[in-house]
């Protein structure tokens, strides 16, 4: 969004190791940090955010299950892993890892599963963290495990039953996603090809892809309350799209789209998105919920 000040702390690890020393040393001194993936759905305040941000930027290896069976989720292996293509179709993925390589590397090997998140910007960890998806498909459709950091430090690996994701919400709660194992589908390079590429089109097409944006800003409501109608619909529907604030416009392209043309403050930003919740509801009857999460740089009043 290309909103908000600055962290008073960010930590910067390099892989799981360092992560999981990060977060303890965070939380040894009474803090409890927050994860910034690719930001790609975050409003950060304006101002200084109190406390310690873990930024995971760095920790972005993506690679092939060793072949003596482990997966390597804390250690990377040094060479390139050779193995059938037909053997094991699952990627390895550390939480820095970026959705777009994640796409692009299952797409060049022809496995299926990952290509309904053409398009979508962001990190693997902020990706299961939000379940990122569409109508094509969701991350976790695709998790066989996903390891985690406890608010306490120990390690564990969860499957997907034992984390319930939500539409637009991988149910992590408090904990912090270090890296997982996807298993895909073996297909056609050119069928997984053509299937992203069509995707990112009909994306490209309605959404303002190429402007500064945190993606959708709020959830789709329940179809029997909005009478089928998506959050963008319902937006578009009360007349709210060019609505502004600042230099924060609800995008003319998309309704639940917020852009930032320039100078625009969180505060703009989250002003404007009060304004579109309220309108909806009073012209409509939905309460819209919000998908972008929101750094305050302290508790609203
Ligand atoms: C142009 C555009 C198009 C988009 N299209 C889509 C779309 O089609 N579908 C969709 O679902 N989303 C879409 N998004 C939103 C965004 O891409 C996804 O939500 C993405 O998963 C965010 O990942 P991130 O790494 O940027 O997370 P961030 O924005 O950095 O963080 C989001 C949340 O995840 C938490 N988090 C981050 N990393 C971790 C971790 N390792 N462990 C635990 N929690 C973590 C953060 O603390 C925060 O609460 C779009 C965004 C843009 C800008």
Same mark, same amino acid.
């Given at each position: 969004? @290309? +909103?908000?000040?600055?962290?008073?702390?960010?930590?910067?690890?390099?892989?799981?190791?360092?992560?999981?020393?990060?977060?303890?040393?965070?939380?040894?001194?009474?803090?409890?940090?927050?994860?910034?993936?690719?930001?790609?759905?975050?409003?950060? =305040? /304006?101002?200084?955010?109190?406390?310690?941000?873990?930024? !995971?930027?760095?920790?972005?290896?993506?690679?092939?299950?060793?072949? /003596?069976?482990?997966?390597?989720? /804390?250690?990377?292996?040094?060479?390139?892993?050779?193995?059938?293509?037909?053997?094991?179709?699952?990627?390895? &993925?550390?939480?820095?890892?970026?959705? %777009?390589?994640?796409?692009?590397?299952?797409?060049?090997?022809?496995?299926?599963?990952?290509?309904?998140?053409?398009?979508?910007?962001?990190?693997?960890?902020?990706?299961?963290?939000?379940?990122?998806?569409? @109508?094509?498909?969701?991350?976790? =459709?695709?998790?066989?495990?996903?390891?985690? $950091?406890? %608010?306490?430090?120990?390690?564990?690996?969860? !499957?997907?039953?034992?984390?319930?994701?939500?539409?637009?919400?991988?149910?992590?709660?408090?904990?912090?996603?270090?890296?997982?194992?996807?298993?895909?589908?073996?297909?056609? +390079? &050119?069928?997984?090809?053509?299937?992203?590429?069509?995707?990112?089109?009909?994306?490209?097409?309605?959404?303002?892809?190429?402007?500064?944006?945190?993606?959708?800003?709020?959830?789709?409501?329940?179809?029997?309350?909005?009478?089928?109608?998506?959050?963008?619909?319902?937006?578009? =529907?009360?007349?709210?799209?060019?609505?502004?604030?600042?230099?924060?416009?609800?995008? !003319?392209?998309?309704?639940?789209?917020?852009?930032? @043309?320039?100078?625009?403050?969180?505060?703009?930003?989250?002003?404007?998105?009060?304004?579109?919740?309220?309108?909806?509801?009073?012209?409509?009857? +939905?309460? $819209?919920?919000?998908?972008?999460?929101?750094?305050?740089?302290?508790?609203?009043?």
């Amino acid at each position: 969004m @290309r +909103v908000g000040g600055r962290a008073e702390w960010l930590l910067e690890p390099r892989d799981p190791a360092e992560l999981r020393a990060a977060w303890l040393a965070a939380r040894e001194r009474g803090f409890t940090p927050r994860v910034l993936g690719g930001g790609a759905n975050l409003i950060v =305040d /304006d101002g200084e955010l109190p406390g310690v941000v873990i930024a !995971t930027a760095q920790l972005r290896r993506l690679f092939r299950p060793t072949p /003596d069976g482990g997966d390597a989720l /804390d250690q990377a292996p040094s060479g390139a892993v050779a193995l059938e293509r037909e053997r094991d179709t699952r990627l390895v &993925a550390w939480c820095g890892a970026s959705l %777009p390589s994640l796409v692009s590397a299952a797409r060049d090997l022809g496995w299926s599963g990952l290509e309904g998140l053409a398009g979508v910007p962001g990190q693997l960890g902020g990706g299961l963290a939000m379940n990122a998806g569409g @109508r094509w498909g969701a991350l976790w =459709d695709v998790v066989e495990r996903v390891r985690v $950091l406890e %608010p306490d430090g120990t390690l564990r690996d969860l !499957t997907r039953e034992q984390c319930s994701p939500r539409y637009r919400d991988g149910n992590l709660g408090l904990r912090l996603a270090v890296g997982a194992v996807l298993a895909l589908k073996l297909d056609r +390079v &050119a069928d997984v090809q053509e299937r992203c590429r069509s995707f990112l089109t009909e994306k490209n097409a309605v959404q303002p892809v190429s402007e500064h944006s945190c993606g959708c800003i709020f959830k789709n409501p329940d179809p029997e309350l909005s009478d089928g109608r998506s959050a963008g619909r319902l937006i578009d =529907d009360c007349g709210a799209k060019g609505l502004a604030r600042g230099d924060a416009h609800v995008s !003319t392209l998309h309704g639940n789209f917020i852009v930032n @043309r320039g100078a625009a403050t969180a505060a703009d930003v989250l002003t404007l998105i009060e304004d579109v919740r309220d309108l909806v509801l009073e012209k409509s009857g +939905v309460r $819209l919920e919000s998908e972008a999460r929101v750094w305050r740089a302290r508790p609203a009043s």
